[in-house]
């Protein structure tokens, strides 16, 4: 039985998701990724449509949009507080609740940031080529032009979204404790790296 | 027995050397590291000061001291051979030989950018955290000033020449199949890691 927490940050369509899904029942613990969803719905009161489209990238659109509360300090100064700053603030309780509960996986949300000091925690980075990722989407019946925007696009506001959060570079390897090409690799072979360090 | 050719990139005091040596003594292969200079040496006539310097780092000094032949082109272009651009070459050949030879390790040098499309190669890209490198070489006697001096010339100077001779990011995960943080996993699980992909 290990007393790891597993942290899986990934590129778009790197197979993140399903590579925390195969550790998680190799190794018997539970896993979070979509479970963010109902939980901070629950906990925090967010609409599902909201938590999906903010938890983890930037927004597209005006963040003033999305203030829900504005301090005004001593020297005048004001202090913005977004609907997607609670957000963060909440999925980062419920993350640090979690690896305190016990061994996990979690999938994205700045989780690797989040536990950056806890000594059980494993940081996990997954890429995979451009190219690979953009043939996998092919054939999921994207166009190559269609797949190359909407990876960019993911990618680009999950790095914005890590950035304002962390102040870090997101997939800069010093944040990692390893980091995984899994279109070389394969999934099967990414899982059991990770898992050998259980 | 492998079939496999592992390159190692690290960061300057990341334990890239002794990773090499402790795999290619777990797997019974070949390791070259140092081992270049004397074949550089024998192979090319370079003096073994030169290829220590230059093998893989940018030259701090004026390249035009460096130059042994201009030609000049039909157009009146003139195109500068530099010594280090000889040696380069050279040991871009010589590593191709190697890899044409069997199963071995190979340190630094390139070698994940000139065995790109080797489908038996393994490319590691090995680091650590900054802190974690200057207290290890506080312990070899260097203050926390001149430790911190040294491992940002040493890495800039590794990250320029990458650059120069292959166009792209040194230490982007990207260009590797794994990158192992040999401060969080130690040397022998970073070793048992890389050992399980051949």
Redesign the interface.
């Known amino acids: 039985m290990t007393n790891k927490i597993f942290t899986i940050s990934r590129e778009y369509c790197s197979g993140g998701r399903t590579v925390g899904e195969m550790l998680a029942k190799k190794l018997g613990i539970p896993l979070y990724d979509k479970e963010f969803v109902d939980a901070m719905a629950q906990e925090c009161g967010f609409s599902h449509e909201f938590i999906e489209e903010i938890g983890e990238y930037a927004t597209v659109t005006n963040s003033f949009l999305f203030s829900i509360a504005v301090s005004t300090h001593m020297d005048g100064s004001t202090n913005m507080i977004t609907a997607a700053d609670r957000l963060y603030a909440c999925q980062a309780n419920y993350i640090q609740e979690l690896a305190e509960k016990g061994p996990c996986v979690i999938v994205g949300r700045c989780a690797d940031y989040i536990l950056r000091d806890d000594p059980n925690a494993v940081h996990a980075?997954l890429?995979a080529?451009?190219k690979q990722r953009i043939s996998h989407m092919n054939a999921n019946g994207l166009s190559e032009k269609e797949a190359a925007k909407l990876l960019k696009e993911k990618d680009g506001r999950r790095r914005v979204y890590y950035k304002h959060y962390t102040g870090r570079n997101w997939?800069e390897?010093?944040n990692?404790?390893?980091?995984?090409?899994t279109a070389?690799?394969g999934l099967e072979?990414t899982t059991?790296?990770l898992a050998?360090?259980a």
Do not use: T
């Not at 990692?176 to 090409?181: E, K, R």
């Open positions: 980075f890429y080529d451009f997939g390897p010093q990692y404790d390893i980091c995984l090409n070389r690799l072979k059991d790296i050998s360090m």
